[in-house]
């Protein structure tokens, strides 16, 4: 068990010295997947280097040390220092921020707190991530006492193209008397857009509607500049992309607006300000969040931001293109603008029910321990696939192939099925 840090801090430290590092399969030692594991979907859940897991076990152990010294002095400090560090990479005032556990705690406690009044409307767009539909509900009914809330649809056209999207949405907006916030995402999780926020956040303001964004798979997938978007609050995953321990969140809300805004939680920082009311939730373990300074070290040590952020990109669309040409089917983005490192490719056209949908996902699940999630969006079947820096395209070939296989075998299936 010993030498399990030693190996993760040598490799570190080797990838420090040499230093240009190239991306691929030469990276899948830095963390501890599975080598025999193929992870096509690094976006749900997001996985730790091995250099932030023993970072972390230090703060435990040093928390364990002299409990009352860490909560009452070290945790606090750390903390001030990892919001500085934090707000440096995200472009924005260190007091704007605050940290919870995950993104339904931040979307939760900015949607509980806002006081909307009876004649106040909140729009959001049919591929919100469920979390949000239902706490929107929840809202809708336990606060509000009626149906307040208004659902967009977009479909593969508007999904794509911010013009027709806000064309859509503003014929919404003048049907309803008064809108005051919209919920919408910076990369929706299923299928994966990436939006035009900075376009959408001006159109919305200069309407006076508040915007929230569910940016749960931005941070460390794709380049976030609070400042240059300027929304009113903004939410953020940092387990998914940055390579953090899971969980921890980002949670930015605009200066004149954090007076509004409580956890979901209330303890000690009641009324004090927005940093304090977020601090202390009652006892709990900080490492997880102190690592997110540790995880934006060790993305130093692999690549500089943007190589990061665009060996992804390009990973995701390429891929798009050879699942599409091997399944004969095509992707659901065709401008890279709205793709993140994310892509939704098509499935096999005999994949044209739920039913078999849902069939294959288990299948593979099963079968080949491939975990592809899938959707079914305006009418086609998708899967979606995450590109990630240890990844390479051969991969995800792999996997195209086994999904073909798997399909042919549902084919020969139904058939012996039919003729019975
Ligand atoms: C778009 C989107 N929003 C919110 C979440 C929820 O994040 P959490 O599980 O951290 O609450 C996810 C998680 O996958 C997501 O994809
Ligand atoms: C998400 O955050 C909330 C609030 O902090 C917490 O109650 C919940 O346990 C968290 N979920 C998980 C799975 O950790
Ligand atoms: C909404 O209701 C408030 C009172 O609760 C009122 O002051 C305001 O004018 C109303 N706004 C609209 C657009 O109806
Ligand atoms: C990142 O590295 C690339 C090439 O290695 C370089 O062109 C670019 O200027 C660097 N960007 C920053 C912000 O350092
Ligand atoms: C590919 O799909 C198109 C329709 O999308 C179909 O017309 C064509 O026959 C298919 N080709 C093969 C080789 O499956
Ligand atoms: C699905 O495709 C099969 C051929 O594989 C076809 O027989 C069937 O009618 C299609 N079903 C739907 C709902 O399109």
């Not at 593969?156 to 809108?179: G, P």
């Not at 899971?246 to 939680?265: A, E």
């Not at 890279?336 to 994949?351: D, G, W």
């Amino acid at each position: 068990m010993k030498t399990f840090p030693f190996a993760s801090l040598f490799l570190l430290l080797l990838s420090i010295c040499s230093s240009a590092q190239s991306f691929g399969h030469s990276l899948l030692p830095l963390f501890s997947l599975d080598p025999s594991y193929v992870n096509v979907n690094h976006g749900s859940y997001g996985s730790a280097s091995k250099y932030v897991q023993e970072k972390l076990r230090e703060y435990q152990m040093k928390a364990e040390l002299n409990p009352d010294r860490w909560y009452r002095i070290d945790v606090q400090l750390e903390m001030n220092k990892l919001r500085e560090k934090l707000s440096a990479y995200v472009n924005c005032d260190p007091d704007d921020l605050v940290i919870v556990d995950n993104a339904s705690a931040g979307i939760n406690s900015i949607l509980k707190s806002l006081k909307f009044r009876s004649n106040e409307t909140i729009l959001y767009y049919n591929v919100a991530y469920g979390m949000v539909k239902l706490t929107l509900q929840y809202v809708s009914t336990e606060i509000f006492t009626q149906e307040q809330i208004v659902q967009i649809d977009l479909d593969h056209q508007t999904i794509q193209n911010t013009e027709l999207l806000l064309k859509t949405t503003q014929d919404a907006i003048s049907k309803i008397a008064n809108v005051k916030l919209i919920v919408f995402d910076h990369i929706s999780s299923l299928p994966s857009v990436r939006f035009d926020v900075e376009t959408m956040i001006k159109y919305f303001r200069g309407k006076g509607i508040l915007t929230l964004v569910d940016g749960a798979h931005a941070l460390g997938g794709i380049e976030l500049d609070l400042k240059k978007l300027d929304p009113d609050f903004y939410v953020t995953n940092t387990h998914k992309w940055l390579y953090t321990q899971r969980s921890s969140c980002l949670v930015y809300v605009r200066k004149d607006l954090q007076k509004l805004i409580h956890p979901i939680i209330t303890s000690f920082g009641y009324l004090q300000s927005f940093q304090s009311e977020f601090f202390w939730l009652g006892t709990r373990d900080y490492s997880a969040y102190l690592t997110i300074s540790d995880a934006i070290d060790f993305r130093r040590t692999i690549a500089n931001e943007s190589e990061i952020f665009a060996y992804n990109h390009q990973l995701a669309i390429q891929t798009g293109t050879l699942l599409a040409r091997l399944w004969n089917s095509s992707t659901l983005t065709t401008d890279e603008r709205y793709i993140s490192t994310m892509n939704n490719i098509e499935l096999p056209a005999f994949i044209n029910t739920t039913e078999k949908m849902n069939d294959l996902y288990q299948k593979l699940i099963n079968e080949h321990n491939i975990f592809l999630p899938m959707i079914e969006f305006d009418k086609k079947f998708y899967c979606r696939i995450s590109a990630q820096i240890y990844m390479e395209l051969s991969d995800y070939e792999k996997v195209g192939h086994i999904v073909l296989n798997a399909v042919s075998t549902m084919k020969f299936q139904r058939k012996i099925t039919n003729m019975n």
